[in-house]
C-alpha cells in the first residue's frame, strides 16, 4: 500500500508540474527568447546575474587556458579509463549469474532512487558538484571569448539543476583547442573538488578516528543463535576466537571453521555500551540447524555476521587507501565501493566501532560522522559527476571532446580534406562512439540473464 501511495504522489506531482508548463507555455511565458524555456522536460529558468562575476573571473586569460589545457588531458585520461572500465564490466558480466545483474535503479546516480545513494548527503553533493561544473564551463568559455547568454537553474532535474547557456554560434565557430577547453572545463572541476574533498576527509579520518579494537566488526547478530544468547550485538568487535586473534575477516571464518557442533569456546569482544573487552566463553550449535544443508552437519556456527572491511581497514580505506590491504589500486576501490558495500555513510553500528579524539572530537560522534560523510559523499558524486562527463557519448561533454579530437586526427593524416568533411568525419565517429558506449552499459543488465 505504501508503494502505492508513492507512486500516486509522484504521478500527481507530474500531472501537476506538466499542467503548470502547460499554462505558462500557453500564456507565453516559456520560449527560447524568454526568461523561462524548456530543455527537454526541464524548465529553464534564465538570469543575466551572475555575467558580470562571471566576466571578472575570467580576465586571466592566460591562467584559464592554462586550465583550459590541463582540463583536456585530465579529460582524455578520464576517457580512456572509463571506458576501459565499461569493457571490463562487459566480460565480468558474462560470468555473473542473473541474479547478481543490476536493476535499472542502480544505473542511475540520483540520490533516492539509486539504492546505495542516500538522498541527504547525494543531494548535497550532487546540487554543489553540477554548479560547480557548469560555472566552470562558464569561466573557460569566457576566457576564450566565448558568448554565455545566460545562466540559471533547471527545474526537475534530480530536483534542481544549473546551467551556463554559451553561445552557440560562437562556439562551433571557435577552434578546435578552445571548444576542447570549454567542453573539458566541467570534467576538470569535478575531478579536482574530488580530490580537494578526498584529501580533506583522509586528514580528518587519520588525526580524529581510532578503532575501538583491533578485530572484527559485527554488522548483524542472528536471533535465537549462540551469538544472541552471548549477548553479541550489532557494534561489538570480536577480537579472538579460541586463543586465535581474529584480526581480518578471514581469521574470524577460519576460526569459526575449525569448530564442531556443541564446542565450548573461548571468545574476546570488545562492547561499545560497556567500553571494555569481554572474555568469555559461548557453545556453539550445529550449523547444518540453520543452514539444513547436510555438509554442514557438525560444524560449529555462532550466528554472526561480520563488516565486510574490520574497523582498522576501513579507517585505512578512509585515511590512505594506497595503505589499504591488497595495496592502492584494491584500496581505491574498496574507497569507491563503500556505499554498495553498505558502510557509507557511516552511522549507527558503523560508528560504534570507533572513538572520536582530538580537536573535532569536540563535535560528539555524531556531529563528526556527518561532517566526514558529507566530506565523503561531495568527493564521491564529484569524481562520479567527472567520470562520467568524460564518457564519449553525445551530449556529454566527452561527446564533444572526442569529436574534436577525432576531426584534429584526422586533419593531420587527410590533409586534403576541407573543414566540413572533417567535421562531418568527425560527427558520425562521435555517433559511433555514443552507440558503442550504450550497448556497453546496456550489457551489464543483459549478458548475466543470458
Do not use: C
Not at 569507491?336 to 558495500?341: E, G, Q, Y
Amino acid at each position: 500500500m505504501d508503494a502505492w501511495v508513492g507512486w500516486a504522489i509522484l504521478l500527481a506531482l507530474i500531472v501537476g508540474y506538466t499542467a503548470f508548463v502547460v499554462v505558462l507555455y500557453r500564456r507565453g511565458r516559456i520560449g527560447p527568447d524568454r526568461a523561462l524555456s524548456l530543455y527537454g522536460p526541464a524548465l529553464m529558468i534564465k538570469t543575466q546575474r551572475g555575467k558580470g562575476f562571471l566576466e571578472r573571473v575570467a580576465r586571466f586569460n592566460r591562467f584559464w587556458s592554462w586550465i583550459g589545457d590541463a582540463g583536456i588531458v585530465l579529460a582524455a585520461a578520464s576517457m580512456v579509463t572509463i571506458v576501459a572500465v565499461l569493457v571490463l564490466d562487459a566480460t565480468v558480466a558474462l560470468r555473473e549469474p542473473a541474479s547478481s545483474a543490476p536493476t535499472p535503479q542502480e544505473a542511475l546516480g540520483i540520490p533516492g532512487i539509486n539504492p546505495f545513494i542516500p538522498i541527504g548527503y547525494g543531494l548535497i553533493a550532487l546540487i554543489l558538484g553540477v554548479v560547480l561544473h557548469e560555472l566552470m564551463h562558464g569561466v573557460i568559455a569566457r576566457s576564450q571569448k566565448i558568448g554565455v547568454k545566460s545562466i540559471g537553474i533547471l527545474w526537475l532535474v534530480i530536483p534542481v539543476g544549473a546551467f551556463v547557456e554559451q553561445d552557440d554560434v560562437e562556439m562551433n565557430a571557435a577552434p578546435r583547442r578552445k571548444r576542447a577547453r570549454v567542453a573539458a572545463a566541467g570534467v576538470f572541476a569535478n575531478l579536482v573538488l574530488a580530490v580537494i574533498f578526498f584529501t580533506l576527509l583522509a586528514a580528518v579520518v587519520a588525526t580524529s578516528v581510532q578503532p575501538t579494537a583491533n578485530g572484527v566488526g559485527l554488522v548483524q547478530v542472528v536471533p535465537g543463535t549462540p551469538a544472541a544468547a552471548l549477548g553479541l550485538h550489532p557494534g561489538d568487535v570480536i577480537v579472538s576466537i579460541n586463543g586465535t586473534a581474529t584480526t581480518t575477516t578471514n581469521d574470524l571464518f577460519n576460526a569459526l571453521a575449525a569448530t564442531h557442533a556443541n564446542q565450548t569456546v573461548a571468545i574476546s569482544y570488545f562492547d561499545p555500551n560497556l567500553g571494555h573487552t569481554v572474555s568469555t566463553t559461548v557453545t556453539l550449535e550445529a550449523e547444518s540447524d540453520y543452514t539444513h544443508l547436510a555438509a554442514d552437519r557438525g560444524n560449529g556456527f555462532l550466528g554472526v555476521s561480520p563488516s565486510f572491511l574490520t574497523p582498522s581497514q576501513l579507517r585505512t580505506v578512509l585515511a590512505n587507501p594506497t595503505a589499504a590491504p591488497g595495496g592502492p589500486l584494491i584500496g581505491a576501490t574498496y574507497w569507491v565501493v563503500l556505499p554498495i558495500a553498505g558502510l557509507e555513510p557511516i552511522a549507527g553500528t558503523t560508528s560504534s566501532f570507533y572513538t572520536i579524539s582530538g580537536p573535532l572530537g569536540a563535535l560528539g560522534p555524531t556531529g563528526f560522522w556527518i561532517l566526514a560523510n558529507v566530506l565523503y559523499w561531495l568527493s564521491w558524486m564529484n569524481l562520479l559527476l567527472g567520470m562520467s562527463n568524460a564518457l564519449p557519448l553525445f551530449p556529454l561533454d566527452g561527446g564533444l571532446i572526442f569529436r574534436d579530437f577525432v576531426a584534429s586526427g584526422a586533419s593531420r593524416i587527410k590533409k586534403g580534406w576541407d573543414v566540413a568533411r572533417l567535421d562531418a568525419f568527425a560527427g558520425r565517429a562521435a555517433i559511433a562512439s555514443s552507440i558503442a558506449v550504450v550497448l556497453l552499459l546496456l550489457w551489464q543488465f543483459v549478458a548475466p540473464h543470458l
